[in-house]
């Protein structure tokens, strides 16, 4: 609704019961029947007894952040396809046109890709809804300036594009620890092949015991190794993929059901452009023809211009049908930005989460596989530890020995 202009207040007309008063783009004043929707150009005539007050105003509206209504629809004047806003200081505002013969210096709102914020110079400040945090929810609602300079990317855009690229490095994470398992898994059956190698094999007494023992450690590491891959494909790369999984339909979710509501603002904001053309089309050509029957310029009867008269009461009709609809779909739009906004932010928390619980598994794991392998060199160690070249000799000698009579000098 259309405040009346500075120094009107004084000349405000007492209308009857549920009649409202408007302003058109021209500055032309008609009146609205808020009961029955009737609209005509002439004032309704005031009823004996009526206070001379001005009329209640529908146009109390809900608070609102960042320039979007957090619920309800309010009425709108047809002469505005912008969504009126109020500051966060509670106060609300009727931004409606300026009085005839008089143009704001400055507009209240401007819209952008078809959504309507109000203009920074009007409303500086605006309450958050997380004022504590530095949420999606708060600063992702404008446009951005591509870096490459190709036009603006939206800001909810922005906020998938990180999602998107949060889902790629979970899955070269995941590649990354596939690639650590095969290695594992190449490094494990070389081991175990080389444990079976023949070289070396007819070393005897204690340093024998101890090659045999190196050969037989390798087995055992082949072994931790082996299970050192298996396990790290059951707790870490697999649950890494699940994941990524649910994390890519939670995303789709979020995406699909952004896009659509984005494409019925859209279509919504073109049907009030269309009607605003509409409106102008049928005042402009009501008053040609008031003036030309006024001049006798032409033989315009008067049923003609009830006729243009009607359109152009319909035209204005569909106008404030369409804003109501646009305002409907964007305050949908904000509730749903709201929602989805704060959904992502729960969504990337839960990711950087697991992959940090995941990667601490990795590292317990690999802990466990450092010790097992220590493990396996312990015994080689005490071995060689042990090992005896004289008594290794004296074994030796026992074993193969051929007789102790050292041959003498041939006598002449």
Request: glycine share 4%.
């Amino acid at each position: 609704m259309v405040p009346p202009p500075p120094g009107e207040e004084s000349h405000i007309v007492v209308l009857p019961p549920g009649w409202q008063s408007y302003l058109s783009p021209q500055g032309r004043r008609y009146y609205v029947n808020t009961a029955t929707n009737e609209t005509t150009w002439e004032r309704p005539s005031s009823s004996p007894g009526i206070p001379a007050s001005p009329g209640p105003h529908r146009s109390s509206l809900p608070p609102t952040v960042n320039g979007y209504h957090v619920a309800g629809t309010p009425a709108h004047p047809p002469e505005t396809a912008h969504m009126s806003v109020r500051k966060s200081t509670g106060d609300s505002q009727n931004l409606g046109s300026s009085p005839p013969g008089k143009k704001q210096s400055k507009e209240n709102t401007i819209t952008v890709n078809c959504v309507t914020f109000p203009h920074p110079d009007t409303m500086p400040e605006q309450q958050l809804l997380k004022p504590t945090e530095w949420s999606y929810c708060d600063y992702f609602w404008a446009d951005k300036k591509d870096p490459q300079g190709n036009g603006t990317v939206a800001g909810f855009e922005l906020l998938l594009q990180k999602q998107l690229k949060g889902k790629q490095m979970q899955k070269e994470m995941s590649e990354f620890i596939r690639e650590r398992i095969k290695i594992e898994e190449e490094y494990a059956k070389n081991l175990a092949k080389l444990s079976q190698n023949s070289l070396a094999a007819q070393e005897e007494g204690s340093l024998g015991e101890a090659w045999a023992q190196v050969k037989k450690s390798l087995a055992d590491e082949a072994a931790v190794h082996l299970k050192f891959s298996a396990k790290l494909h059951s707790e870490v790369e697999k649950p890494l993929m699940n994941f990524r999984e649910n994390f890519k339909k939670d995303m789709k979710k979020c995406d699909h059901h952004i896009a659509d509501l984005r494409k019925q603002l859209a279509s919504r904001y073109a049907a009030v452009e269309k009607a605003r053309k509409a409106l102008t089309e049928r005042q402009r050509d009501l008053e040609v023809k008031t003036q030309q029957l006024e001049i006798k310029l032409s033989n315009k009867t008067e049923e003609d211009i009830k006729k243009a008269r009607r359109k152009s009461t319909q035209a204005g009709d569909d106008l404030m049908r369409c804003v109501d609809l646009y305002n409907q779909a964007q305050s949908k739009w904000f509730e749903e930005m709201v929602t989805t906004t704060l959904e992502l932010e729960r969504l990337e928390v839960e990711r950087v989460e697991m992959i940090r619980q995941h990667l601490c598994q990795y590292t317990q794991l690999r802990h466990e596989t450092d010790m097992f392998n220590q493990s396996t060199v312990e015994p080689v160690d005490q071995l060689l530890r042990k090992v005896d070249p004289a008594k290794d000799r004296e074994l030796w000698v026992r074993e193969h020995k051929t007789g102790n009579i050292r041959p003498v000098d041939m006598e002449i």
